[in-house]
């Protein structure tokens, strides 16, 4: 196990490796699920729907670690109307659920793509 994230050499040159170096990618984009060893280089972003709002279902975003503005650019490409109904909410799950570094990114993404907050 590398500190860095570095994947060895096989792992480096498999298929599901290679489409996330081109960009982040939804579970339906991806040739197969992450496998276990891939876990230590592969990372996600999963907002459930919240319990009480009917807000509609989210695509998770795979991405590989040290991606996230591009992952977070995709996850609100792909679940716009999802983030649209949290952004103005008290009680947002994408904001409860994100440690708080990866909500200012979230932020600063919907802000430059014309989103208010």
């Known amino acids: ?3 860095d994230r570095t994947p060895d050499p096989q792992t480096s040159q498999s298929k599901l490796i290679q489409q996330l170096r081109d960009e982040p990618r939804t579970y ?14 592969v990372a996600k972003i999963n907002i459930p729907s919240s319990k009480g ?7 998770t975003v795979y991405y590989l670690y040290g991606d996230d503005r591009r992952a977070v650019r995709k996850f609100i490409n792909v ?3 999802f983030v649209e109904s949290c952004m ?3 009680n947002n799950p994408i904001a409860n659920r994100l440690p708080d570094e990866a909500w200012d990114l979230f932020v600063q993404e919907w802000t430059w793509m014309g989103g208010d907050v």
Do not use: A, C, I, V
């Open 79 to 81: 679940n716009n109307e």
């Open 53 to 59: 709002k009917t807000r509609g279902s989210t695509k």
């Open 88 to 90: 103005g909410d008290s």
């Open 28 to 41: 339906t984009e991806l040739p197969y699920p992450p496998k276990p060893h891939h876990r230590e280089y």
């Open 1 to 3: 196990m590398t500190s």
